[in-house]
T-cell receptor, first 114, second 111 residues
Framework: KAGVTQTPRYLIKTRGQQVTLSCSPI?????VSWYQQTPGQGLQFLFE???????NKGNFPGRFSGRQFSNSRSEMNVSTLELGDSALYLC?????????????FGSGTQLSVL | QKEVEQDPGPLSVPEGAIVSLNCTYS??????FMWYRQYSRKGPELLMY????GNKEDGRFTAQVDKSSKYISLFIRDSQPSDSATYLC???????????FGAGTRLAVHP
C-alpha cells in the first residue's frame, strides 16, 4: 500500500510570492492534516480536513489555507510568503474517525523563502 | 511554558545499550500518546501508540504512560546504529488529529 505522497519535495520561493503544496493520502484515508516543522518551533499543527471540510485549525495567520478534494487529496496554500515561512511542511493522513486515530506522515515539502 | 516538554539531547549511546526517552506534559486532558521516529530529511514514522495509562511493548520498543505524573517514556532495548534518529513524543486530547509534539530528542547509537 502506498504511503502519503507529497509534492514537490523541494521548493524555493521569494518573499511576497505564493505557493501551493500537494498531498495524496494513503488509499482509503479520508482525513488529511498539515503540520509545519521548523528548528525553532518544532512540529506545529496547521489544519485538518475531512470530507472536503476543515474541521480543526491551529494558530496560524490567514495566509495559510488549504482545501480537500472529493478524492481526499489535499492542497495547502501560503500567500504573501515571509522569510519565517521557510520550513518543512508535512502532510499526514488517517482513516478519519473521531478519537482512536493513527496518523501517518509523508516525507514533506521543504520550502525555502529567500 | 510549553504543553509538552522533551529534552532535545543529543543523546549518544553505544550499540546494545538500553535507551530511555521521556516527555512531560501539563494538559491533563491528553489521552492519546504517541512516539514517532524521524530520520533526517524524512517525515515522522509512527512507532508506538498508547491510549491512557499503562505499558505497551512492540519488539525492542516499550512505551509507558503515567497520567498521574503526566510523564511518558519510550525504552529501546539492544539499541542499533539504525536507531539513530530524532524521537518525537506526541499527544492529543481526543477528537480529530491535532497532535501536540515535543521538541524531539536526537539519538546517536555508535558501533
Amino acid at each position: 500500500k502506498a504511503g502519503v505522497t507529497q509534492t514537490p519535495r523541494y521548493l524555493i520561493k521569494t518573499r511576497g510570492q505564493q505557493v501551493t503544496l500537494s498531498c495524496s493520502p494513503i488509499s482509503g484515508h479520508r482525513s488529511v492534516s498539515w503540520y509545519q516543522q521548523t528548528p525553532g518551533q518544532g512540529l506545529q499543527f496547521l489544519f485538518e480536513y475531512f470530507s472536503e471540510t476543515q474541521r480543526n485549525k491551529g494558530n496560524f495567520p490567514g495566509r495559510f489555507s488549504g482545501r480537500q478534494f472529493s478524492n481526499s487529496r489535499s492542497e495547502m496554500n501560503v500567500s504573501t510568503l515571509e522569510l519565517g515561512d521557510s520550513a518543512l511542511y508535512l502532510c499526514a493522513s488517517s482513516l478519519g474517525g473521531y478519537t482512536d486515530e493513527k496518523l501517518f506522515f509523508g516525507s514533506g515539502t521543504q520550502l525555502s523563502v529567500l | 511554558q510549553k504543553e509538552v516538554e522533551q529534552d532535545p539531547g543529543p543523546l549518544s549511546v553505544p550499540e546494545g545499550a538500553i535507551v530511555s526517552l521521556n516527555c512531560t506534559y501539563s494538559n491533563s486532558a491528553f489521552q492519546y500518546f504517541m512516539w514517532y521516529r524521524q530520520y533526517s530529511r524524512k517525515g515522522p514514522e509512527l512507532l508506538m501508540y498508547t491510549y491512557s495509562s499503562g505499558n505497551k511493548e512492540d519488539g525492542r520498543f516499550t512505551a509507558q504512560v503515567d497520567k498521574s505524573s503526566k510523564y511518558i517514556s519510550l525504552f529501546i532495548r539492544d539499541s542499533q546504529p539504525s536507531d539513530s534518529a530524532t524521537y518525537l513524543c506526541a499527544m492529543k486530547a481526543g477528537g480529530y488529529n491535532k497532535l501536540i509534539f515535543g521538541a524531539g530528542t536526537r539519538l546517536a547509537v555508535h558501533p
